[in-house]
C-alpha cells in the first residue's frame, strides 16, 4: 500500500507539472500504458496471497479510474490553451466571409405551376393528374377526334411499338392534358371543376417558339347552369391575379373538336398597357390559348349526360405563359440545362 500511495502521488504530481500534451501522452504511457507501472502492479496480482490479492485489485482499479480522468481533464485543459495561444500569436478577420456554397433551386416551370395551382385551387379547381403514356382512345376518339378526323394531322404523334388493343387502339405519348377531361369525368362524375398541369410530347421541327416536349395547363368545368361568361371572369380573374394587376381578356373564334363552339382568348398587353408595341404587334392584345363549351360527345365519353349538363375547357401552354411574364425569347432554354438561365430565377 505504501508503494500504491507512493505511485499515485508521484503521478497526480508529474500530471500537474505537465506544460504540453505531448509530456502528457509521455506521462499517460509511463503509468497507464501495456507496460506501465500500474499496469505492471495489476498483472502481479496473481503473485499475492489469495487473501491479499481481492483488497489489492480493487485499490488498483480505483486508482487506475482516477488516473484516467485526471490524465483527461489535463488534456482538454492544454488543448485549450493550445487554442488560445494560437489564436493570440494568429490574426483572423471575423469580418471575412465564408465559403458560399451552391444551392439550388426550384425550376421556374415548377415556381410558376405552382402559382397556377394555387390560384386555381382558391377559386375551387381541383388539381388532377394523368398518365403521359396514354391510349388512341383517351387522346383521340373520346375527344372528338375520330381516326380519319383532319384535326389528326394537327399533332404528329409518338407511338409507342406494340400491337394495338381492340378498345383503346395504340399506346401514344399524349399530345395534350385533355384525356384527363374524359379521365376525371369518368372517375369523379358532375358537376366537375378541375384543373390538369402536366408534359406533353408532340413530333416537332424545335425552335425559339416550338418544342417536341413541353408543358400544358386543362381547365374543365361541368355544372348545370354555365356559360362562356363563367369562363371570362374565372380567366379574368386568373390572369389579374398570376401579373399582380388587372387583365382585360378577349374571345376570338377559334376550332378545337372536342368544344363547341371553340374560340381563342386573349389578354390585354401589359407591356404597354394595350395601345400597341412590338411584342402585341401593335394590336393591344396577346394571344393565350384555347377555350370553348365541352363538345356533347366528350360529355358522353365521360359518361355525363348532355341534357343535364354544360360546361366549358381550356388549355393554356405552361411555358408560353412564363415566356410572356418574364420576356423570353426562346422556349428551348427551359430544357436545355444551362445554369445560367435557371439562376435567374431563385
Request: proline share 4%.
Amino acid at each position: 500500500m505504501e508503494n500504491l500511495d507512493k505511485l499515485k502521488k508521484e503521478a497526480l504530481q508529474l500530471i500537474e507539472k505537465a506544460k504540453s500534451l505531448p509530456s502528457l501522452k509521455e506521462l499517460e504511457v509511463k503509468f497507464l500504458g501495456r507496460k506501465g507501472q500500474l499496469t505492471t502492479l495489476l498483472r502481479d496480482l496473481k503473485n499475492l496471497p489469495e487473501n491479499k490479492r481481492k483488497r489489492a485489485g480493487q485499490d488498483l482499479n480505483i486508482l487506475k479510474t482516477e488516473l484516467e480522468n485526471t490524465f483527461s481533464k489535463k488534456e482538454k485543459t492544454l488543448e485549450k490553451t493550445d487554442m488560445e495561444a494560437n489564436l493570440s500569436k494568429e490574426f483572423f478577420d471575423t469580418t471575412y466571409p465564408g465559403a458560399e456554397r451552391q444551392t439550388g433551386a426550384i425550376h421556374i416551370l415548377s415556381q410558376t405551376q405552382k402559382e397556377v395551382e394555387d390560384i386555381f385551387s382558391q377559386m375551387g379547381f381541383m388539381i388532377v393528374d394523368g398518365p403521359e403514356i396514354e391510349s388512341e382512345y383517351y387522346n383521340f376518339e373520346g375527344l372528338n377526334i375520330p381516326a380519319d378526323h383532319p384535326a389528326r394531322d394537327m399533332q404528329d404523334t409518338f407511338f409507342i411499338e406494340g400491337k394495338p388493343d381492340r378498345k383503346q387502339g395504340r399506346l401514344v405519348l399524349r399530345t395534350h392534358t385533355s384525356p384527363n377531361q374524359v379521365r376525371a369525368m369518368e372517375k369523379y362524375g358532375a358537376p366537375l371543376r378541375m384543373i390538369v398541369p402536366g408534359r406533353v410530347f408532340r413530333n416537332e421541327a424545335t425552335d425559339a417558339r416550338h418544342e417536341h416536349t413541353f408543358h400544358q395547363v386543362e381547365g374543365m368545368l361541368i355544372d348545370k347552369e354555365i356559360s362562356i361568361a363563367t369562363l371570362k371572369g374565372i380567366m379574368k380573374e386568373f390572369l389579374s391575379r398570376l401579373f399582380g394587376k388587372e387583365v382585360e381578356v378577349r374571345f376570338r373564334p377559334g376550332y378545337f373538336p372536342f368544344v363547341e363552339p371553340g374560340m381563342e382568348l386573349d389578354f390585354s398587353c401589359l407591356l404597354c398597357n394595350g395601345k400597341g408595341c412590338r411584342v402585341c404587334k401593335k394590336t393591344g392584345w396577346v394571344e393565350f390559348m384555347g377555350a370553348g363549351m365541352t363538345h356533347e360527345h366528350v360529355l358522353r365519353a365521360g359518361g355525363v349526360d348532355p341534357k343535364k349538363y354544360q360546361g366549358w375547357a381550356f388549355g393554356f401552354g405552361l411555358e408560353r405563359l412564363v415566356m410572356m411574364r418574364y420576356g423570353i425569347n426562346d422556349i428551348r432554354y427551359f430544357q436545355g440545362g444551362d445554369l445560367r438561365f435557371i439562376n435567374q430565377f431563385k
